[in-house]
């Protein structure tokens, strides 16, 4: 555990720019440890970020390693971030979140679960095989970036300079950026993409007093909340033209794959802490949450929003929502739908106020076929492991790099995660349990031996 210890201590907070520096000391430490165990490392520059000031500042490296390189065995790259998320003790964690803590076989810290554990798990798994001096079943190399909780800034133009060197002889790609959804072991096969939204509305030149200027002005404010209030029916149904019928309809076999399932309702229900959800049903929340699009609305900046009152008429608002995409939705065509709708919405007001509606998010859902050799041989390992079938199942988020990684490279991606469905990734007291990390690390170590087993032809 003290690997794991010492990657927590380090706060590589990718949205906080004064962390850099430790962003940049992780992607070090990172690197120092593949070297140590006598992999081929680089630390490849991807460049520099822009700030919303127009100031640049260094993207932390991508840190690339190569165990073996056997033309004759199967290579896979696995894919892992050691960025962390945002944390403070004060936000309600109960121990220090950068501060590994032990209690009751859970591992408490900012980074544990999403993905310093899993990457870890992995890089046991190659130097088990060494401590017991086996040969490695197959060649297997690492791609951990340090962006990925903002975007993976840099990574896709990397990917893209990298396809035919670094992952030119890759044949299969591993993600374990994700958890299972029971305390059954799973297989993710499935993300949303996302289409994440800004929509301003501008009016006056600058605030107003709303007992001077209320009843004389058209309000950005309610302009604004007029239009959200357009989006999404309190069923969950989206009324933008054309975003449900792009959808993939649900066919009889992915029906029965959920039917299959373990998930408790009444156990989601409670943990997220509300006492009615949009569906009852085990399937229909599911699919709902997995492989249908939702609108979600996130904030309004420009707004009052301080402690006590203040009677202002804000100026400038802008909304933030997002739509998630699923097969066979395009975020092209997406963003296309929503300005046009907006606008026309807009319009119907008759309001002297200006809408700008920008996308900034514009990712693609992934989908994989579970028939698939690699998926395969996760079932097989699971089964060696822990003596069941896994679940397979969808991500309702979005992990981009997937789809990139599918696009630019063409192969084969299975997601194979170890994190517990309660861990409470990019939530307060995030955590590992003792046993998903160990059982894991059991895992890859299972998994590499099988996809060894896979047929050169295949894939």
């Given at each position: 555990m003290w690997a794991l210890r010492d990657w927590v201590a380090i706060e590589s907070d990718s949205s906080n720019i004064q962390k850099r520096p430790e962003l940049h000391r992780m992607m070090e430490m990172v690197a120092q440890k593949l070297r140590l165990m006598g992999g081929t490392v680089e630390l490849v520059d991807i460049g520099e970020q822009e700030l919303p000031d127009g100031q640049t500042i260094t993207l932390p490296k991508v840190v690339t390693a190569q165990f073996g390189s056997d033309p004759s065995k199967h290579t896979v790259c696995v894919y892992g971030h050691v960025d962390v998320q945002p944390a403070k003790l004060e936000d309600g964690w109960a121990t220090d979140p950068y501060n590994l803590t032990d209690i009751s076989g859970n591992l408490y810290g900012r980074g544990t679960s999403d993905n310093k554990a899993p990457v870890l798990a992995w890089i046991h798994a190659v130097k088990a095989y060494q401590a017991l001096s086996m040969v490695l079943p197959v060649n297997v190399k690492f791609l951990i970036e340090g962006m990925e909780e903002t975007g993976s800034n840099g990574l896709d133009a990397m990917i893209l300079a990298q396809r035919d060197t670094?992952?030119?002889d890759v044949d299969y790609i591993i993600i374990s950026d994700c958890g299972w959804l029971s305390r059954r072991p799973a297989l993710t096969y499935g993300t949303r993409g996302n289409c994440y939204f800004f929509a301003e509305v501008e009016g006056p030149k600058q605030d107003l007093h709303s007992g001077v200027y209320g009843g004389a002005v058209i309000e950005p404010m309610t302009d604004l909340i007029g239009i959200l209030d357009t989006l999404i029916s309190p069923s969950g149904r989206i009324l933008i033209p054309g975003i449900q019928e792009a959808v993939a309809p649900l066919s009889d076999e992915e029906w029965k794959m959920y039917?299959?399932?373990?998930?408790?309702?009444?156990?989601?229900?409670?943990?997220?802490?509300?006492?009615?959800?949009?569906?009852?049903?085990?399937?229909?929340?599911?699919?709902?949450?997995?492989?249908?699009?939702?609108?979600?609305?996130?904030?309004?900046?420009?707004?009052?929003?301080?402690?006590?009152?203040?009677?202002?008429?804000?100026?400038?608002?802008?909304?933030?929502?997002?739509?998630?995409?699923?097969?066979?939705?395009?975020?092209?065509?997406?963003?296309?739908?929503?300005?046009?709708?907006?606008?026309?919405?807009?319009?119907?007001?008759?309001?002297?106020?200006?809408?700008?509606?920008?996308?900034?998010?514009?990712?693609?859902?992934?989908?994989?076929?579970?028939?698939?050799?690699?998926?395969?041989?996760?079932?097989?390992?699971?089964?060696?492991?822990?003596?069941?079938?896994?679940?397979?199942?969808?991500?309702?988020?979005?992990?981009?790099?997937?789809?990139?990684?599918?696009?630019?490279?063409?192969?084969?991606?299975?997601?194979?995660?170890?994190?517990?469905?309660?861990?409470?990734?990019?939530?307060?007291?995030?955590?590992?349990?003792?046993?998903?990390?160990?059982?894991g690390t059991k895992l890859f170590i299972a998994y590499l031996n099988e996809v060894a087993q896979i047929t050169k032809t295949s894939g």
């Open positions: 670094f992952l030119s039917q299959d399932i373990e998930f408790d309702v009444n156990h989601f229900k409670n943990k997220t802490g509300v006492n009615h959800l949009m569906y009852n049903n085990k399937v229909d929340l599911l699919a709902h949450r997995w492989r249908y699009p939702t609108v979600s609305i996130h904030g309004i900046t420009g707004a009052f929003s301080d402690p006590g009152t203040k009677t202002v008429i804000p100026a400038k608002v802008t909304a933030k929502f997002s739509i998630r995409q699923v097969p066979d939705m395009d975020p092209a065509t997406v963003k296309k739908q929503v300005t046009h709708y907006l606008h026309s919405v807009f319009a119907k007001r008759k309001s002297p106020n200006k809408l700008k509606v920008t996308m900034v998010i514009g990712a693609k859902p992934w989908l994989a076929d579970t028939q698939h050799p690699l998926y395969e041989a996760g079932k097989a390992a699971i089964k060696r492991v822990f003596n069941m079938e896994p679940d397979l199942i969808r991500e309702g988020g979005t992990i981009p790099i997937a789809r990139t990684f599918q696009d630019v490279t063409g192969k084969s991606i299975i997601m194979m995660p170890i994190g517990g469905f309660d861990d409470g990734m990019h939530s307060q007291n995030e955590k590992m349990s003792r046993y998903n990390y160990i059982e």
